[in-house]
């Protein structure tokens, strides 16, 4: 009983209290998705995240979904943008593009199906090799530089304020820093998460002071997880094939038409990856999946799978 009060108090405190009390429209017309790396998902349940939490609340989750097997930054996010694994993006490497030339996925991601169909784009991240995304004509406004979730969260902010983007990716990278400095589940880390959490807060405010809160489609998730110091298994010093602790990431969508309070593994058939995160996103916008994508659309987020299908 005292939890559901708190809860409720969170809630009212929220920008999402706007999304809970409004009618909200039957399918989203924007989505935003957002990433903070490195966040393995028990931490996330230990951490005080009440921004996170109360997505929760209003949406439907699961602490079980799997990252790529290589489960390390740009590899994973690549297949988190474009629906298909490394071997088919070809975005190998987790650095800086190797060589004079850019390098950008070998397949679409959702910022150039979007912009294809007219919608604005933008993408907001903490790492400067984020620029594999930044292909000519796909992000109207874009953000790619070593910055803290503060710096990240007020150019989103800004640009949320200004331009309303359509679709948009923000990339939170402190969490995974103090994992690397400090080890993953260390009180540093924790604080980072609970820092990036009070990020999510100012970028939702600043949605639901444009009034597009409640028409949003937002998911929240990571890269990989972690332990140690280390991830995955680009990494000599961790063997991270197969590790749970690398390979599990938190997955949470809350929006319009969104089951509320819903726990996804009660449908146990149901894997979430990585790459469902592309599909499901370009499935709630109404943009034309590639037939050769490996990620399907989570369709049992949805109250009425039917509004969604008939969507434009």
Not at 244 to 253: D, G, H
Not at 272 to 288: K, N, Q, V, W
Request: glycine share 8%; hydrophobic share 45%.
């Amino acid at each position: 009983m005292m939890y559901c009060i708190a809860l409720a108090a969170l809630l009212l405190a929220s920008p999402l209290a706007g999304m809970a009390a409004a009618t909200q429209p039957a399918v989203p017309a924007r989505v935003m998705i957002v990433s903070i790396d490195g966040l393995r998902p028990d931490l996330a349940l230990r951490a005080r995240m009440p921004h996170l939490r109360g997505l929760m609340a209003l949406g439907s989750y699961s602490f079980w979904a799997i990252t790529t097997d290589v489960a390390i930054t740009l590899p994973s996010h690549a297949s988190m943008l474009t629906g298909v694994p490394p071997e088919k993006h070809r975005i190998t490497f987790n650095s800086d593009p190797p060589g004079p030339e850019p390098r950008y996925p070998a397949v679409p991601t959702i910022f150039e199906l979007a912009s294809k169909q007219g919608h604005t784009t933008a993408a907001v991240a903490g790492k400067s090799k984020f620029r594999v995304f930044d292909k000519p004509g796909t992000l109207n406004w874009k953000f790619f530089k070593e910055a803290t979730d503060d710096q990240v969260a007020s150019t989103a902010v800004a640009i949320v304020r200004e331009h309303r983007p359509e679709v948009l990716f923000v990339h939170l990278p402190d969490c995974d820093r103090a994992g690397h400095q400090f080890g993953w589940g260390s009180d540093q880390q924790i604080a980072a998460i609970e820092n990036a959490d009070r990020a999510l807060g100012e970028i939702l405010n600043a949605l639901d002071d444009q009034h597009v809160l409640d028409e949003t489609l937002i998911i929240v998730t990571a890269d990989h997880g972690g332990a140690g110091r280390n991830h995955g298994i680009g990494n000599a010093r961790f063997a991270g094939a197969n590790d749970p602790r690398s390979l599990r990431i938190p997955w949470i969508a809350a929006g319009p038409g969104v089951k509320a309070n819903y726990d996804l593994t009660l449908d146990v058939q149901l894997k979430i990856h990585t790459e469902d995160t592309f599909a499901t996103a370009c499935e709630a916008m109404g943009l034309p999946l590639p037939h050769d994508i490996t990620g399907k659309p989570i369709l049992e987020i949805f109250q009425k799978k039917e509004l969604l299908n008939a969507a434009p």
